[in-house]
């Protein structure tokens, strides 16, 4: 990983929804500049390309990978591509900016892995919750809680969403519980060493993808989490995103898809509000400091493959009703 100086010229693979939102964030950004559009659809990549500028739109990903005039990668595709893209990207020497979840197998996430290894690219994984001030005022607050409860509970999600899909989505907890299992370890301060869950498909029934779990988590630091992931629905005062922390005497509540957090030292609480959700800009800020500064970003493809890891020990547990311990490369 070397430095290199800002403009970076990005490329998008995958103009969708995600690329969307990244491309808003990145124009209040100096240093990234939006180059080129990949979409399998190519009037999406054309649309972005008029809308966000650049150079040219094409449904080739290899046009991007080949290019020399390209710095960075961001695969915002659908979860079944992202083991190829990533991999082919890394090994073109790009560095990438990932969508969650990082794959859907711990195999596939430790291919990916190795070859960001091999190539030495700078390779981020888009944790963007982890950005958000409300979590690192958590971090700075309570570092090492005696438990934390994280809950992703979402409106349901239509049926016909591709993440619905068993193949190319892999359903709601594969998909969205990622981020959960991620924050709940970054906000205990640790990797897990064990996992017990009930888990099944409650608001999808006749579909085979696992819809709800609850997870019961002991960290490697001996603190504890409960998890809840499913979109059976959420609860208006909450919201989707809802985490608390405690531990110390003292405890964090996260709230609000994360723009609000409430900090109780024991006496008297303090508030932090956001005016709005800023993981995504502060998470496309880490990226460019990142590769201008030739280091790894905060969210690497450990962090990806740890979630991703979580979530498969919890449906192991669920199906065989006994706790999976976690057994996790070491940090790269
Ligand atoms: N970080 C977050 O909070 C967050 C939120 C939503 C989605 N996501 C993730 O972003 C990714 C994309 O989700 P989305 O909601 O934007 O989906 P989307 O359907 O809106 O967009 C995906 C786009 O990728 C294109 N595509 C699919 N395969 C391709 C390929 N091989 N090459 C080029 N283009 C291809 C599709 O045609 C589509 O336009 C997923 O990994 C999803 O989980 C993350």
């Not at 960001?116 to 944790?127: K, P």
């Not at 607050?141 to 969403?161: E, G, K, S």
């Not at 629905?233 to 609000?260: C, E, I």
């Amino acid at each position: 990983m070397a430095n290199a100086q800002p403009p970076f010229n990005i490329g998008i693979i995958g103009c969708g929804a995600i690329a969307r939102q990244h491309l808003i964030a990145i124009q209040a950004i100096d240093g990234l500049k939006p180059y080129a559009y990949c979409d399998v659809h190519p009037d999406r990549a054309e649309s972005f390309l008029s809308e966000y500028g650049g150079g040219y739109a094409t449904a080739a990903p290899n046009r991007l990978l080949d290019d020399p005039a390209i710095n960075a990668v961001y695969i915002c595709t659908h979860h079944d591509t992202h083991t190829p893209l990533a991999v082919a990207a890394c090994q073109a020497g790009k560095n990438v900016m990932m969508e969650k979840p990082l794959a859907l197998t711990v195999e596939e996430c430790a291919e990916i892995g190795q070859a960001a290894e091999q190539s030495g690219v700078i390779f981020m994984t888009g944790f963007k919750l982890r950005y958000n001030p409300v979590v690192l005022k958590s971090r700075e607050f309570l570092p090492n809680p005696t438990f934390v409860m994280a809950q992703i509970m979402d409106t349901r999600w239509p049926d016909d969403f591709w993440a619905q899909d068993p193949v190319k989505g892999g359903g709601n907890v594969l998909s969205q519980g990622c981020h959960a299992m991620d924050l709940a370890c970054h906000l205990s301060g640790s990797d897990p060493a064990e996992i017990f869950a009930e888990c099944g498909t409650r608001s999808h029934t006749g579909t085979e993808v696992i819809d709800s779990l609850v997870a019961t988590i002991r960290f490697a630091n001996g603190g504890f989490a409960s998890v809840a992931i499913g979109d059976s629905g959420t609860v208006p005062h909450l919201s989707k995103f809802a985490f608390q922390a405690v531990g110390a005497g003292r405890s964090v509540l996260l709230h609000d898809r994360l723009q609000r957090g409430e900090y109780f030292d024991g006496e008297s609480s303090e508030s932090l509000v956001q005016p709005c959700e800023l993981g995504m800009e502060l998470e496309n800020r880490e990226f460019l400091s990142a590769i201008a500064e030739g280091r790894r970003p905060a969210t690497g493809w450990r962090d990806g493959l740890r979630a991703t890891a979580m979530i498969r020990a919890a449906f192991r547990a669920a199906e065989t009703r006994a706790a999976q311990s976690l057994h996790l490369p070491p940090n790269p």
